[in-house]
């Protein structure tokens, strides 16, 4: 007999108890109570709040499910009206819910030995088909090497080389007048959540990255480096975040007016890859050499540590900077391959996510609370990946087994089996240990040459 019930039926109530695990676990109703969500009257935020965290998973846009009849609560002006509110702190909200994902849920899992990174880039937002969104600004698209209409996604997240968590962001325009198109709404409140916003996408990149790293240091997030690619890769930089306790790794750029001390002399990057002896043949890493970056605010000379890599795609070299001089050329390299997991977040959260497309909404306060939402399924899928393939989130009692598991070796394995052989064929056969171990040794003679090295058996 079929069943009448439809096939996504399963599948819609199982993605249901997942996301309700998640807002429970992690008390999404009480970090947005925290982060000044509240309403006089109404459908409460929380209710809202999920829907929209819902509908992506539903396979329907909003016209379609409101469409349909499923939402009798709300209408759809009550979710705009919720994404347009200026009050509602989400940077706050997104900060509170990382820090406590990472506290509570992933180092636990996470060695104490294991480096845990911060990391910042940058990708495109972009509204190209737009022309009244509030602070709209011409951005350059670096991947096809045009300007198009949107904004700046300055992003921060942490990772520990596994699982990838968003902290902040901030919806970049652009920091000179002549490239905005639209200008923001002089009806915000000054005191509001949503003008700090419009004031901070504004500034430079370079400075709404620190107000990111000072926002961050009292959720008491842990991670030894930062890191971040050749766009932010200047020595001003630098220093500045080795003021906030952290080492940067970093790419650096062919610059030819940055320098860096080296044997008492200026050179430029080009200049220092021509002057040291680089590693013959097809070596990965072929050089590294210490170099002074300027002075702190102390007058105390800052030294780090370039390392030069041959690019495998352009038979060229890369060059890979650490304020941690004590750190292997390898590790170096290592270290900075985390870099590549915000990529991979920033292509989910566009191909899959529906970032900057699932609402059209025209005031900056809309596309602050969108984005959130987004990073908060990311992070709901993140967690959800970590648990399926991480065997540790079993408790104590995987680390029992795994102990046993790697105090067994293949040698010892065998070796036991062997003896179980023995006392069976004396106890069962009757046999003499004499003939036991005359046939154990014909068995044994008779092995091939991969399994005696291996019993490492004298041939």
């Known amino acids: 007999m079929n069943s009448i019930l439809p096939e996504d039926f399963f599948e819609e109530k199982q993605i249901q108890s997942q996301i309700g695990d998640f807002f429970k676990t992690c008390q999404i109703g009480k970090l947005l109570k925290q982060a000044n969500f509240n309403k006089d009257k109404g459908v ?41 509110s200026s009050r509602f702190n989400w940077r706050k909200f997104l900060f509170s819910l990382s820090s406590t994902i990472i506290r509570d849920t992933v180092l636990p899992l996470t060695s104490a030995d294991r480096e845990k990174v911060l990391i910042f880039d940058d990708s495109l937002y972009s509204r190209n088909r737009s022309k009244t969104v509030e602070l709209l ?26 699982t990838f968590l968003p902290l902040a962001f901030s919806l970049l325009s652009s920091a000179q007048e002549k490239n905005r198109i639209n200008e923001a709404d002089t009806r915000i409140d000054s005191r509001s959540n949503g003008f700090k916003l419009r004031r901070e996408c504004i500034k430079k990149s370079t400075e709404v990255m620190f107000d990111l790293l000072d926002q961050v240091a009292p959720y ?41 001390g080296f044997l008492g002399e200026r050179m430029n990057l080009q200049q220092l890859y021509n002057y040291i002896y680089k590693k013959p043949g097809k070596a990965k890493i072929l050089a590294s050499k210490i170099v002074e970056l300027g002075k702190d605010d102390n007058g105390e000379i800052v030294k780090a540590k370039i390392v030069f890599v041959r690019d495998r795609r352009s038979k060229k070299w890369l060059a890979l900077l650490t304020t941690d001089i004590n750190l292997t050329e390898e590790d170096v390299v290592r270290i900075y391959g985390k870099r590549w997991d915000i990529e991979v977040f920033f292509k989910m959260s566009k191909s899959f996510l529906k970032l900057a497309r699932e609402f059209q909404g025209r005031s900056y306060d809309s596309m602050v609370a969108h984005t959130t939402i987004v990073f908060c399924r990311y992070m709901m899928l993140s967690l959800e990946s970590r648990n399926n393939q991480d065997p540790r989130t079993l408790g104590n009692l995987f680390y029992i087994c795994c102990d046993e598991i790697q105090d067994i070796s293949f040698t010892q394995a065998v070796l036991l089996i062997l003896d179980l052989l023995k006392r069976s064929l004396i106890d069962f056969l009757l046999l003499s240990e004499q003939k036991v171990n005359e046939f154990l040794d014909h068995f044994c003679a008779s092995l091939s040459v991969l399994f005696k090295k291996r019993l490492k058996i004298s041939m």
């Open 44 to 84: 409460p935020c929380l209710q809202i709040f999920r829907f929209i965290f819902m509908l992506i998973f539903t396979g329907k846009n909003l016209y379609q499910y409101l469409l349909s009849g499923c939402c009798e609560q709300f209408a759809k002006d009550t979710i705009y009206r919720f994404l347009n």
């Open 137 to 162: 600004a011409k951005v350059f698209d670096h991947v096809e090497h045009k300007y198009v209409f949107g904004f700046r996604m300055l992003t921060l997240g942490w990772s520990d080389g596994n």
């Open 220 to 260: 008491d997030v842990e991670a030894r480096y930062l890191l971040f690619d050749s766009w932010f890769a200047y020595p001003k930089v630098i220093l500045g975040t080795l003021k906030r306790n952290l080492h940067v790794v970093c790419m650096l750029k062919r610059m030819p007016n940055v320098f860096y």
